[in-house]
């Protein structure tokens, strides 16, 4: 309503011939267009162009210099003004919509539970910024560079390892000649703007790059420096899955080498606690369990005999049968391997249940809380055939060696009384497929 009353008060002026009648109302016409955007900002000069034009028409006579000087500096003025309001305009919208993306993605980016996760929410975060058509991520596998997630002319090359082109020997973590020939990989037109940003960990970890291109102008300094804020929050977050994966890889390895002294004081060949482990874990992921679980079942497998270190030998290497009381101590090792671990805050629930509860019986005659059928931990149930078959398999102080089909035909015996029958059939199938799979070898 305004602009058509300020366009009114121009066409007023015309009738009056008040050339400043005329400028103020194009002058108020521009202040009330410039925020409509669009072909709006551009109505005042052409509306003042005009109106000049129809008061030199009906004033009918030859207008002077400085006249026409005045008129053309402010049609002049209201451009440059629309052009600078435009300009503005365009960014706010950009600086609007890049809050908009980081906010977003910065939500993606803490859902995230590993790296490959980051990675594809820090891709969609870059897509969103629309800083350029073409970017890749590159970080580093066992060692080499490759383009672990991309877009634009960059998908093609997603998962190819980057090495040097002259075939050199270059540390392969020296990212300007990775950087060179990640983008060698384009054509120039697509190359012909570059923008290459480090990816830092804790300290200063180097855990990739990010290379963005385009066919145009060059990356602004507003541009560079959200990308670059992109990355120090990105490598915050894989720097520390990163860490996390390092503690987990130190555990297991700390919890393995636990397992593996441990046994030696009950197993003079040595060997048992990576047999259980592999039997357990192949047991375990063809019923499904995911790998969580197999973790917890994993370093079940390295601790389940740490209480036996407080067995006396006596009792741990007896050639005969154990007295009542002999068998009661050699019982307790579940719950003072369990209790030892109590302060291992990091060891899941199922880790603990198995070390607890895998001499626990299918019909509740086990030890040492008599549990029965279900009520036995899933991890438990299954350990314990694992660990039945391998002490018949492998010679004991009280017992030879049983064949493996004397083990497997015991293990069927014992199937709902000692063991979960379905877990001894995919046992005994899984074990069957094995031979089979040999006979065809």
Known sequence: MLVVLAAGGVAYGVVLRNTSLIVGMTVLCAALTQRLGGVWKWLPIALYALAFTATLVLVKTRPEPWSLAGALALILGLGLLSIREGTKSRETEWLHDTVKALEEGSVKLGEARDAEAIIRAGIAILQNLRVAPHFAMVAYRRGTPMILAARGAFEPFIEQPIVPSDNDSRSVQADHWVAEEVLALLKRPQRKTQLVVNIYGRATQHLGLILLTREDREFEADEKSVVESFARFLGAQLGQVYAIRELRDANDLTLKALGSALEHRDDDTGGHTQRVMTLALRLAARLGWDDERLKAVRWGAYLHDLGKIAVPDAILHKRGPLDPNERASMQRHVTIGYDMLQDLHFLPAETLDLVRYHHERWDGGGYPS???????????????????????VNARPYKPVWSRERALQELRRQSGSQFDPQFVDAFLRMMSEQDDAKLVR
């Open 370 to 392: 008599g549990l029965r059928g279900q009520d036995i931990p899933d991890a438990a149930r299954l350990f314990s055939i694992i660990d039945v078959y391998d002490a018949l």
